[in-house]
């Protein structure tokens, strides 16, 4: 499995960025993907997850009305439509999907990309 973050990088507030993630080396129609983030001194949080078909999007609370989840299961990949950024948006994102395999929860990570929202 690999997971490829890209879109990242230094932003004013109030501007936008598109994150994508491009996945492979399993069957990314057939699973739920995930946007987590972790800032500097705090735990990795949730924030948006899209079903496999791209039909059920849930958002973090702070979130919600600012950036969309979305995916494009011909391109194996799911992006993060960010605007209205704020400061406190400020951290390292990482695409994520959860799998069973032979009864075994399997938790993939991207390795990151940094977003930085700052005047």
């Known amino acids: 499995v690999q997971l490829v973050e890209s879109g990242g990088g230094v932003v004013q507030p109030g501007g936008s960025l598109r994150l994508s993630c491009a996945a492979s080396g399993f069957p990314f129609s057939r699973y739920a993907m995930s946007w987590y983030r972790q800032a500097p001194g705090k735990e990795r949080e949730l924030v948006a997850t899209v079903s496999s078909a791209g039909d059920i999007t849930n958002y973090e609370d702070s979130v919600k009305g600012r950036f969309t989840i979305s995916r494009d299961n011909a391109k194996n990949t799911v992006y993060l439509q960010m605007n209205s950024l704020k400061p406190e948006d400020t951290a390292v994102y990482y695409c994520?999907?959860?799998?069973?395999?032979?009864?075994?929860?399997?938790?993939?990570w991207g390795q990151g990309t940094q977003v930085t929202v700052s005047s």
């Open positions: 994520s999907t959860k799998r069973f395999v032979f009864g075994n929860l399997i938790t993939s």
